[in-house]
């Protein structure tokens, strides 16, 4: 996306002369258009609204909006009215006060929008032009029916901008559409609604004009798919491009992009083990399949799980159901995948929630997309943050939408938005994680952007704060990632009660023998021992160390297990803590043990 983004959109429904019938569309299609555009999750465009305006304001809001420009700027004039052509051939863009005998007094000249997007500095313009056009003659009273068609590319396209600038326009149509008898419509003519605005907001909106899927809209994607869909509701009609352009405009962003890794094939050795007539060297390409789909590298994992794939497809049973296992390591896993943030006052600041994403890192590699607008999904370390925007009151309801290499999930939100608490009154509750795992799916029809999540994989937040994705680790006390660094230390502090517990019973059990000693033949072991409290921290050290191992292997499970959410100086200071707990834990236990058969077998001969 270009620093700067700005949509002029001028909608005329409504005309002075009566000779021009009332339209339908322009409304309505401006209102959607203008909420696609301006969306920061879509189009993310400033935009502006000119609506049944005369054609002095319109001559003024047109040039306004090209001048001081730069050129990083983009920017969109869309056209929503009728459009004329004149007895020479000229087209004219009607405005409310348009007057069919006086066009050039009354009406917009196609030469002026072409003259201000020549004459602008900002980098890209683009014109929509969607217009039922019709033919207007002077002599009022005559019965000259137009014929012919305006071609209305040449009249935008024929003087290109200036030199280094880049411009397209995209054409409703570029037949005649509308005859006039006189300085009225024919009546055979009646208006219909829009075909062509409806395909450009329903192709933004829904991100089905991201037709190469890569989560971005360009000029041509969408072009490509408003043709496609205005021909299939209306074959008469057929929209038109011209454009001068270096490389690609991205119009919006895209809800329908998925993720696309670039496979690195496997090995040529382990591609001639899988086509190989022997079973047990087939199931040991699977088993390596297997390892390398754990990878971090991205590429070589993709790799696997297409080899995988056409193993779990092509193979005998056996190999196949070992092939369809690896593959189901790599499913999509959110925890938790339900998320209540309960009540919030309106216009606190954004709630969020975490989400972890467990399995390799080829199965969090995932694009994240949110189905409402005051949803906002932020990648971390382990997963994402969802926040809630709380600038409308009410039930709020959404989906995240998360769509991997191998499958979908989706994370269901909801929120309730209150009145604003007043002053001195009581807090809204914290909210809490949702386990409803029986309300209704709403509707996809969100606006929101498509976030990359993956460990490999986090994209820099933009420019614009809406859009903003920053990278920040977990700070939650009860994080995953602290677990195993915390375990070890416990693991290590119940190593070292087990060797100072050690410590004391062999003291107290070297006096015991020394006081056996002394006493002679009159003396009793036992009651030396007991007298002396050696038995107690001989416990004490089997139960702590028996412990500590336990602790300490729970420590090594768990970061094996979540070794992606760990950093390596983190998995270092654990696999450290847990091999000195270990050290001193074995040696205690084993003293102790020995200590203790020692004093059963010989506490009856003493």
């Given amino acids: 996306m270009t620093d700067s983004r700005h949509a002029l959109i001028i909608a005329n429904d409504r005309y002075t002369d009566q000779g021009l019938k009332k339209l339908e569309a322009p409304a309505q299609d401006a209102a959607a258009l203008e909420r ?8 993310d465009f400033e935009v502006e609204v000119v609506h049944n305006a005369s054609a002095d304001l319109m001559r003024r809001r047109i040039q306004g909006f090209f001048n001081e420009r730069g050129r990083a700027d983009t920017l969109l004039l869309h056209f929503s009215c009728h459009g004329l052509k004149s007895e020479s051939g000229e087209l004219y863009l009607a405005a409310s006060d348009t007057e069919p005998p006086l066009l050039a007094a009354t009406a917009v000249p196609s030469q002026f929008v072409r003259g201000c997007m020549s004459g602008t500095r900002a980098g890209r313009s683009v014109l929509f032009l969607d217009c039922c056009y019709g033919g207007a003659f002077s002599r009022g009273s005559s019965s000259v029916r137009a014929s012919g068609d305006i071609n209305v590319l040449e009249s935008f396209a024929k003087d290109e901008p200036a030199s280094g600038r880049g411009w397209a326009v995209i054409t409703a149509s570029d037949s005649m559409e509308y005859a006039f ?32 899927a890569d989560g971005n809209v360009s000029l041509d994607d969408l072009y490509e798919y408003v043709y496609r869909h ?22 919006a962003h895209s809800r329908r ?8 094939p496997s090995p040529p050795s382990l591609q001639a083990a899988m086509k190989s007539e022997d079973f047990l060297t087939r199931q040991g390409a699977v088993t390596e399949l297997r390892k390398r789909l754990q990878r971090r590298e991205l590429p070589m994992a993709e790799g696997a799980r297409q080899h995988l794939e056409e193993v779990a497809r092509n193979d005998i049973q056996p190999i196949a159901e070992l092939a369809s296992d690896a593959l189901s390591e790599i499913h999509l896993a959110p925890s938790p995948d339900h998320l209540d943030f309960g009540l919030a006052p309106r216009g606190s600041p954004p709630r969020k929630q975490s989400v972890t994403l467990h399995g390799p890192p080829l199965a969090r590699h995932c694009l994240a997309q949110p189905n409402q607008a005051w949803l906002r999904v932020d990648p971390t ?9 709380t600038a409308a009151e ?71 704060p809406p859009r903003a994705a920053t990278h920040q680790p977990r700070t939650d006390r009860s994080s995953p990632s602290r677990r195993a660094p915390a375990l070890a230390g416990a693991a290590l502090a119940l190593a070292v009660t087990a060797v100072i517990t050690l410590v004391l019973a062999i003291q107290a059990a070297v006096a015991a023998v020394m006081e056996r ?7 009793n072991i036992e009651d030396n021992v007991r007298e002396n409290g050696a038995l107690t921290p001989l416990i004490v050290c089997l139960i702590t160390g028996a412990v500590a191992l336990v602790v300490g ?54």
């Fill in 36 to 43: 696609v555009l301006h969306d920061p999750q879509i189009g």
């Fill in 181 to 212: 008898e006189g300085s009225k419509l024919a009546e055979n003519s009646a208006p219909r609604p829009s075909l062509f605005t409806h395909a450009v907001v329903e192709g933004l909106e829904t991100g089905e004009a991201d037709l190469d």
């Fill in 230 to 251: 205005v021909r299939e509701q209306n074959p008469h009609q057929t929209p038109k491009k011209a454009a001068e352009l270096q490389g690609e405009l991205h119009l």
């Fill in 257 to 264: 992009g998925g993720i696309r890794i670039v496979a690195v």
């Fill in 381 to 389: 370390r382990s997963g994402l943050d969802v926040h809630v925007d």
């Fill in 394 to 464: 009410g039930d709020l309801s959404g989906d995240i939408v998360l769509k991997g290499v191998a499958d979908e999930s989706v994370i269901h939100v909801k929120a309730v938005v209150g009145p604003a608490p007043e002053p001195g009154g009581p807090t809204e509750p914290e909210p809490q994680p949702s386990n409803d795992s029986t309300r209704p799916m709403p509707g996809t029809d969100g606006k929101q952007t498509p976030v990359v999540v993956g460990p490999s994989h986090i994209p820099p937040p933009p420019k614009t």
């Fill in 517 to 523: 000693g002394d006493a002679g033949v009159y003396g």
């Fill in 553 to 606: 292997a729970f420590a090594r499970h768990d970061l094996g297990a979540r070794r992606e959410q760990y950093t390596s100086k983190t998995a270092t200071g654990t696999h450290t803590l847990t091999a000195i707990a270990k050290g001193l834990a074995i040696p205690a236990l084993i003293l102790a043990v020995l200590a203790g058969i020692t004093y059963l077998v010989g506490s009856g001969e003493w």
